[in-house]
């Protein structure tokens, strides 16, 4: 297993063991929410990631407290970085979840780096940090405390309502720095979201989530993503759920087709197969180009989006935005080396 560029204080070797090793400690608890999902804890050497170069995204700085989720999205195309440790993409994924335990102390120490020049950090943007390990390893109210007291802009991106015990500490924040967050909703057929993400709260709930930043002043956009063809593109299911991201009061809703990135592919496709095997031809045919769905698809979905969206009252922006600008120009240098390891994926 290589895990040793996670380790606070590296051998040196380029692979080490996955047990009998000091930086990693293997824990499982035996509750109900648990049950299954083993969680292996590191000592990380750094928390700040910069986005590989070149890359879509509008933000440059990230932290991922957490690898791997329990949300069990089939469609994640997250699911390739477990690989990166030589474990399961699959129900590996799900139920093999790495915590990175010293994240918040090590934030703090990170943003308070001379070469730090307060640039945006966005959250959520590889697995969710509010994830049901989350209630255990309470790991984000230290992450947003550290923003908070250097009054550094940050977004978080989530489908977990585990955020709502941390809206005092974003309410705080969002007094004294740019806050944004985004809650991804791709639909509201309970039907769909019990099959493709078991272990998420549900879609409603979520859109509580909206309700409740709302009352706290603290605008909430939503990802409408993924809509997957076929199963959640039908445009009354596109109107349904735009009207419910409309009364939940988001201040925006962007929409964003599947794509199937390797890794998240072969298992979006096995689970195709075994629960809608008459559409796997069209899938194959769909994405024979590639991760992500033709451009007419996207297109097209885009704009049936944005004009129902229109019709409601809300209107398109980017995932995880600030909700006001924020951004600094960085020059090379100017922050502490980030985390050496695989590429970064994002949701874009």
């Not at 440059?60 to 440790?85: D, E, I, Q, S």
């Not at 990135?261 to 180009?289: C, I, K, N, T």
């Not at 097209?300 to 009252?313: C, D, K, M, S």
Request: proline share 8%; glycine share 10%.
């Amino acid at each position: 297993m290589r895990w040793d560029h996670l380790a606070e204080n590296p051998t040196g070797a380029k692979e080490s063991a996955l047990f009998g090793t000091s930086a990693v400690t293997t824990r499982t608890f035996d509750t109900p929410e648990f049950r299954g999902i083993t969680f292996h804890e590191v000592r990380a050497r750094s928390i700040l990631n910069r986005v590989p170069q070149g890359s879509r995204t509008p933000f440059t700085w990230t932290v991922n407290p957490y690898r791997g989720c329990t949300h069990a999205c089939v469609y994640c195309f997250a699911r390739r970085t477990h690989g990166y440790l030589d474990l399961d993409t699959g129900h590996g994924f799900d139920s093999q979840i790495v915590v990175k335990i010293n994240a918040p102390e090590l934030l703090r120490r990170q943003l308070a780096a001379p070469g730090w020049q307060g640039a945006h950090v966005a959250m959520g943007t590889n697995v969710d940090c509010y994830q049901r390990g989350e209630g255990r390893y309470r790991l984000m109210p230290g992450i947003l405390q550290a923003l908070r007291d250097r009054a550094n802009p940050f977004s978080i991106l989530t489908k977990g309502t585990l955020i709502l015990r941390d809206l005092e500490l974003l309410s705080q924040a969002a007094e004294v720095t740019e806050v944004g967050v985004s809650v991804s909703v791709g639909f509201v057929d309970d039907t769909l979201w019990r099959t493709v993400e078991p272990g998420t709260p549900s879609p409603a709930r979520r859109l509580d989530i909206v309700r409740a930043l709302g009352d706290r002043g603290i605008g909430c956009g939503v990802l409408m993503a993924p809509v997957i063809p076929f199963l959640g593109d039908h445009p009354d299911q596109l109107r349904a759920t735009v009207g419910a991201i409309a009364a939940a009061g988001a201040t925006s809703v962007t929409p964003l087709a599947l794509h199937l990135r390797p890794g998240a592919r072969e298992w979006f496709m096995s689970w195709l197969q075994q629960r809608h095997p008459q559409l796997v031809r069209r899938y194959e045919r769909l994405y024979a180009d590639g991760a992500y769905a033709p451009v007419w698809y996207q297109r097209r979905i885009t704009r049936q989006v944005h004009e129902l969206a229109a019709e409601f009252g809300i209107g398109p922006a980017g995932p995880g935005l600030p909700r006001r600008a924020a951004r600094r120009p960085e020059a090379p240098g100017d922050a502490p080396d980030p985390e050496r390891g695989p590429t970064q994926l994002t949701l874009l």
